[in-house]
């Protein structure tokens, strides 16, 4: 079975600063990654994913993600963060073993970037 | 980017009537189609996966006739919730997948509130 951890409800960080949200995930066989945002009463909004190819993948809104498959994590990374980056972070995985489909979606981490 | 539509965004339905909820995908076709249920300061619940022109694979735990599901295009899927009931508000999701191996992406929400 596969599954996300999101260790942290909550992030603070200052404005300005760099910013991690950290996931980790289990799977069978390779992970799709991906990470979402959903802000208050509205869907999801796709920021970035890892298919195959390069660790480090750039997504929107200055967002990426470095996936490091010995630790299985997936972090998700800004150098440098904005209050309109204040909202719900979403990390998910798809296993790809046997064709499988279901994406798997986190807990949510919930970002603050202060003033 | 590939954008999904829900429409309503928000109803209110008295207790025992039954509330249809559409999700298009508007410009891409989409052979899989999900539908989520999020809960207040919750993940994303997976109710079910539709695959156009095939019946709906439901999760374990969620009631088939209660929420009937009809992907009758590549661009529209339809969840009804039938003879609604209180507990059955929340935040219902739906996302379509572009592609075998492509992220999915969200309609913005659908807001059931049942009296």
């Not at chain 2, 997976?46 to 735990?61: D, F, I, P, R």
Request: aromatic letters at 12%; a positive charge.
């Amino acid at each position: 079975a596969q599954s996300v951890a999101q260790p942290e409800d909550q992030v603070n960080v200052a404005e300005g600063n760099p910013l991690t949200v950290k996931c980790t995930y289990s799977v069978s066989g390779n992970p799709y990654l991906f990470w979402y945002v959903q802000y208050p009463n509205r869907g999801l909004q796709f920021l970035l994913k890892y298919i195959t190819g390069d660790n480090l993948v750039k997504g929107s809104y200055g967002f990426e993600a470095e996936f490091n498959k010995s630790q299985t994590s997936f972090h998700l990374k800004k150098p440098s963060a904005l209050v309109s980056d204040s909202a719900l972070y979403f990390c998910a995985v798809r296993d790809t073993f046997r064709g499988y489909q279901k994406v798997t979606f986190g807990i949510g981490t919930k970002l603050q970037v202060i003033p | 980017g590939a954008v999904v539509s829900q429409h309503p965004s928000r109803v209110i339905c008295k207790s025992g009537t039954s509330v249809k909820i559409e999700c298009r995908s508007l410009d891409f076709q989409a052979t899989t189609m999900f539908w989520y249920r999020q809960f207040p300061k919750q993940s994303l619940m997976l109710m079910a996966t539709s695959n156009e022109g095939s019946k709906a694979t439901y999760e374990q735990g969620v009631e088939k006739d209660k929420f009937l599901i009809n992907h009758a295009s590549l661009t529209l899927s339809t969840l009804t919730v039938t003879s609604a009931h209180p507990e059955d508000s929340s935040f219902y999701i739906c996302s379509a997948r572009d592609g075998g191996a492509g992220e999915q992406y969200f309609g913005p929400g659908t807001r059931l509130t049942v009296t």
